[in-house]
């Protein structure tokens, strides 16, 4: 046989296998789901995450017709549950909920990460926008941020503290990167998870605290805390007398928090915007609207390419911070 014919059937041959494999793929999707699907929730349950990620299991697995068991996997600032997704099959039966930290400011802060955040996922789509808050103890002589601005740039270095949740947390990275655009100095004091950082705020052992709006808002109309900011891209309707930092000057701080579901890279695109269009039928729900506006969200209906282009942002903007401020965590 000619090194020609040769060549031409090789050729046939590949052909026939990426038609056979195209095939068993719309097949796949065809039938997706018929079985349970896994949504990994990389922190513990109880949490704005978790919370969010039950709201889609239960709602959109109504649309799928299909259970979907939320898992909770917690460590290392949400990388854990993060790495279990991307090791996981991409057939679309294992998601993630994918968050501002796990796909923003953790590839920023962390020597070494165990994913990819971009070439690991496929994007299916954001969910819910989560706004968080800069809140102060209420004992301090300032009544909103351009007075807390003042009063932190006449004082000593360092003379003003905030709490976060750990050395490169979202709370970290967002204070560092206000710290920066408006020119003042806090001492940074980390904690092992929020809890603690918010009791110590409250008690006045620590000035300053950025949190989720949904952690601390029965702290805020109890009084316990004074909000200056939200970050978010509009004043949430829970503290509508709270300007956002765009309001006060500050846009580079960005709109906030999101969590959204993620998929292993080389899922089928059929499959994912089966995933996609579920969450969509999800969010008109006027349940899972008012479920979503209780803890402090914003629906955030966005495409799969959409969702990409939010989370190329995110890592863009703390990868910055986290330069510029010199923030690295094991």
Known sequence: MSRRLLGRSARFALA???ATLSFAGVAQAADYPSR???LVVPFAAGGSTDIVARLVAEYAGRDLKQTIVVENKAGAGGSMGMEQVARSTPDGYTIGMATMSTHGSNPAVYRKMNYDPVKDFVPVANVVAVPSIFAINPNLPAKNMAEFVALAKRAPADRYSFASPGVGSLGHVNIENFMMLSGIKLLHVPYRGAGPALNDVMGGQVDAITDNLSSTLPQVLGGKLRPLAVLGAERSPLLPDVPTYIELG????GTGGWFGLVAPAGTPSAVVDRLNQ???AAMKDPEFR????DVGGTLMPTTPQEFQVQIE???ARYAKVAKAANIQAD
Request: proline content about 10%; overall charge positive; aromatic content about 10%.
């Open 16 to 18: 026939g296998m990426f």
């Open 290 to 293: 008012k479920k979503a506006e």
């Open 278 to 280: 579920a969450v969509r």
């Open 36 to 38: 349970p699907i896994k």
């Open 313 to 315: 942002q995110a890592l």
């Open 250 to 253: 500050y846009p580079d701080m």
